[in-house]
T-cell receptor
Framework: ETGVTQSPTHLIKTRGQQVTLRCSSQ?????VSWYQQALGQGPQFIFQ???????GRGNFPPRFSGLQFPNYSSELNVNALELDDSALYLC???????????????FGPGTRLTVL | GQQVMQIPQYQHVQEGEDFTTYCNSS?????IQWYKQRPGGHPVFLIQ?????EVKKQKRLTFQFGEAKKNSSLHITATQTTDVGTYFC????????????FGIGTKLQVIP
């Protein structure tokens, strides 16, 4: 196990609702990244947080937002849910070292979101 | 933007046969990582390659990073049924923030 935890494990929402997903990073890791993995696809980068600030964003609309807390845990919020938001949402934590090329991400088990 | 292509998308092999999946990036990478995801599971980190031309081995798995740091491969010798799953490569960009771009994955089925 990686030490990265996510909650809830499964969630069912209806179109238009809002959802908050949570992630606790591995001890000693100050960076959290969020990914969306649709069925049969590779994970797609949503955004990354480092020391409580957004530190990069993928091609996702503003209704996808996030937070990182002083203990480095993180939340992903999605507003106005659409059917296409149904996916596995993964968070990954990593340390931030001097040699950034050697940083390794460790994934949590994911939250499976179904939008009806 | 950065794109990472991975082939093949699916591979069926007889147990004992070898298997290879290939990854190509449109841009030079800082590193490349390989993950394995079992059905219903999450990506599990296998290895990270950082240096140009690097080759690493883990038992029956051999990982290579190209000289130009734009391509990579994973080769499994003498596949076993426990190798079943989807193998993803993921490239770390060279830019200011740590964006990892995943390939589409290669789904490996091993026929006993």
């Amino acid at each position: 196990e990686t030490g990265v935890t996510q909650s809830p494990t499964h969630l069912i929402k209806t179109r238009g609702q809002q959802v908050t997903l949570r992630c606790s990073s591995q001890s000693g890791h100050n960076t959290v990244s969020w990914y969306q993995q649709a069925l049969g696809q590779g994970p797609q980068f949503i955004f990354q947080y480092y020391r409580e600030e957004e530190n990069g964003r993928g091609n996702f609309p503003p209704r996808f937002s996030g937070l990182q807390f002083p203990n480095y845990s993180s939340e992903l919020n999605v507003n106005a849910l659409e059917l296409d938001d149904s996916a596995l949402y993964l968070c990954a934590s990593s340390p931030r070292t001097r040699d950034r090329a050697k940083d390794t991400q460790y994934f949590g088990p994911g939250t499976r979101l179904t939008v009806l | 933007g950065q794109q990472v292509m991975q082939i093949p998308q699916y591979q069926h092999v007889q147990e004992g046969e070898d298997f290879t999946t290939y990854c190509n990036s449109s841009t030079t990478l800082s590193n490349i990582q390989w993950y394995k995801q079992r059905p219903g599971g999450h990506p599990v980190f296998l290895i990270q390659l950082v240096k140009s031309g690097e080759v690493k081995k883990q038992k029956r798995l051999t990982f290579q990073f190209g000289e130009a740091k734009k391509n990579s491969s994973l080769h499994i010798t003498a596949t076993q049924t426990t190798d079943v799953g989807t193998y993803f490569c993921a490239g770390l960009n060279s830019g200011g923030y740590q964006k990892v771009t995943f390939g589409i994955g290669t789904k490996l089925q091993v026929i006993p």
